[in-house]
């Protein structure tokens, strides 16, 4: 099957742990879309969703005591991006059947469409950010 978010060198910004947590999020976002396509039972769908929802939260973590270390100026405009994002996954937790499967959808392309902008160019403005700090 076809991913349904793909990888591409535009996704790479040089920072070895930052790119693997982005790569795992790709991962779990196309194991939950195959998952809603072949519409496995409710409660594998739930654990998805809930690895999603902490592997994503551990991510921004991650990156938010960054922005805290390197004295980021632009640490709000992100975090507001990052909450975006976990308010949309929080969607996922509602009860939800097989039927509602369009909800899902749409949930997943706006999943799909922020991390299409969030990673090459906001994660990258920090990444060079920090880069461009150590230099100094
Ligand atoms: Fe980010």
Redesign the pocket.
């Given at each position: 099957m076809v991913d349904f978010i793909e990888w591409n060198n535009d996704f790479f910004l040089n920072n070895k742990e930052?790119d693997n947590h982005h790569q795992r999020l790709f991962e779990i976002i196309n194991q939950l879309y195959s998952a809603v396509l072949e519409s496995i039972h409710e409660s594998k769908l739930e654990q998805i969703i809930e690895e999603l929802f902490q592997y994503s939260f551990y991510?921004?973590e991650y990156?938010e005591d960054l922005f805290a270390r390197y004295n980021y100026k632009y640490t709000y405009e992100?975090v507001k991006?990052?909450e975006m994002f976990t308010d949309k996954v929080k969607d996922f937790n509602i009860k939800l059947v097989m039927e509602d499967k369009k909800l899902y959808l749409e949930i997943l392309n706006f999943i799909k469409d922020w991390i299409q902008k969030?990673?090459p160019f906001?994660?990258k403005k920090?990444v060079e950010f920090m880069k461009a700090g150590q230099i100094g």
């Open positions: 930052i991510h921004f990156e992100h991006q990052h969030h990673i906001i994660d920090f």
